[in-house]
């Protein structure tokens, strides 16, 4: 399972890569693995100002529907609409084109709370 | 049986309707119903006409609660031999159906590999030509890898193929011969959305406790006039003469967004139905579902499907979802 040492991570199986006042946000490897085949990803709208751990997407595979939330709190500023008509980058490439969206965050010292890539690979495979 | 393997739902979907699959449906109940009076037993239990076939032929059939007709399984009967039956149970329905019917339940004694899709037929020939050649709802003995196996004509998938009963000791010689003669090994996930798209019923789902084969849209698995009848004909009777309240239908949406079972469908912001069955078509490439509802709605009503917050136009269509080959 990859967990790229350059990237956060949230307890929701996300990771978060910090671009200056950006985070660029997708869901793991290990939770691509566990949703399955990703049919359909419901994107928010940029500039919806969000609440760090508010739920504000869905991702849906064959099998299960899950919710996406922001790991910070902050305004979405890009989402990654090439999604829309093909999903299964969630799957293909979870930490490239597999990106769902960017937060300008607004609380600099919710990037404590993140988890490390040491810490994320004790989570998940405890 | 896995949800999937190596490469996933999907592309174990598009295996079958491109190519051939396999699935282990061990998990499948196999009652077998022998001796003198075996006929009889199924007959008078049974929805379907045992007389409208022969030995050597599958039927599939219901068999009804008594009381009210609603499906307490639905079922392939495999007719083996004058007076041998292998009546083929959802795994959940094999104590249901041994109480109604008797006979032994020889589940444990044998696998079940599905071996379906277009190039189904032709890959089994390479392994076991006998069994390839066992025609549509046909049953015969053949062997597969040189193993002796009971082989019907039958399936889940709405594609052509085969169901091979090996016995268990020898189920792993037959599965890897499969997999080495081109046969993609598919799991529980694309077993559920093939089926989805071939509008085919899952009992739990679309049967059930107060679902009727009527509501379904299964009439025909009903003999009405057969001698004996069979449980739950006073009942059904009654149904058909109100006419359904509920009929199963098929809904399709544009975009990807699976539908889900239990979201509600409405018409003029009013509760008309449920969706007993939604998911992603791999096929067509955007969301398809089954649901209840009333019987005059007809094909090419517009509704919405209500489901987590999200209201989606759906349409209703006529299934099966994708044609049948």
Redesign the interface.
């Given at each position: 399972m990859q967990i790229p040492e350059d990237l956060r991570y949230s307890t929701d199986h996300e990771w978060i890569r910090i671009e200056g006042t950006r985070a660029r946000v997708g869901i793991t490897d290990y939770a691509q693995d566990a949703l399955g085949d990703v049919v359909f990803v419901d994107l928010p709208d940029v500039g919806t100002a969000v609440t760090g751990g508010a739920s504000i997407s869905e991702v849906e595979s064959t099998k299960s529907v899950s919710d996406i939330y922001a790991p910070m709190s902050g305004t979405i500023s890009e989402v990654n609409t090439d999604l829309g008509d093909a999903p299964e980058r969630l799957n293909e490439d979870p930490y490239g084109e597999g990106w769902i969206f960017v937060i300008d965050f607004t609380d600099a010292s919710q990037l404590n709370s993140l988890l490390s890539a040491t810490a994320y690979r004790d989570l998940v495979e405890g | 049986m896995p949800?999937?393997y190596g490469e996933?739902?999907?592309a174990e979907h598009r295996a079958c309707r491109a190519n051939a699959v396999a699935f282990d449906v061990s998990h499948l109940g196999t009652v077998r119903v022998h001796g003198r009076g075996a006929l009889a037993r199924l007959q008078a239990a049974f929805t379907n006409d045992l007389m409208k076939i022969t030995p050597g032929r599958a039927q599939y059939t219901h068999l009804l609660n008594d009381a009210d007709a609603s499906v307490l399984d639905d079922i392939i009967v495999w007719w083996i031999a004058d007076d041998i039956f292998d009546v083929m149970p959802n795994a959940s329905n094999t104590h249901d159906v041994l109480s109604a019917i008797g006979g032994d339940d020889v589940t444990a004694s044998r696998a079940i590999i599905a071996v379906q899709g277009p190039e189904a037929r032709s890959r089994l020939a390479t392994i076991g030509p006998d069994a390839a050649a066992i025609g549509r709802f046909r049953v015969g003995t053949a062997a597969v890898a040189g193993i002796t196996c009971t082989v019907a004509g039958t399936g889940y998938t709405g594609e052509d193929g085969v169901e091979v009963a090996v016995p268990a000791a020898e189920a792993g010689i037959v599965w890897d011969a499969l997999v080495a003669a081109g046969v993609v090994p598919a799991g529980l996930?694309a077993r559920d959305?093939l089926r989805l798209e071939a509008a085919l019923p899952l009992h739990g789902h679309e049967l059930g406790s107060g679902i009727t084969p009527l509501q379904a849209g299964l009439g025909w698995v009903v003999a009405w006039d057969k001698d004996g009848g069979f449980y739950g004909r006073d009942a059904l009777v009654s149904e058909r003469e109100r006419g359904v309240a509920r009929q199963l239908r098929g809904l399709t949406v544009e975009?990807?967004?699976?539908p889900?079972a239990d979201q509600v469908v409405m018409v003029n912001d009013a509760p008309v139905g449920v969706v007993t069955s939604g998911?992603?078509s791999p096929m067509l490439e955007h969301?398809i579902a089954l649901a209840f509802l009333p019987p005059a709605l007809a094909v090419g009503t517009e509704v919405i499907i209500d489901g987590?917050g999200?209201q989606t136009p759906a349409r209703v269509v006529a299934t099966p979802f994708i044609p049948r080959p």
């Open positions: - | 949800l999937s996933g739902t999907l996930g959305t975009g990807r967004r699976p889900r998911n992603f969301g987590r999200t």
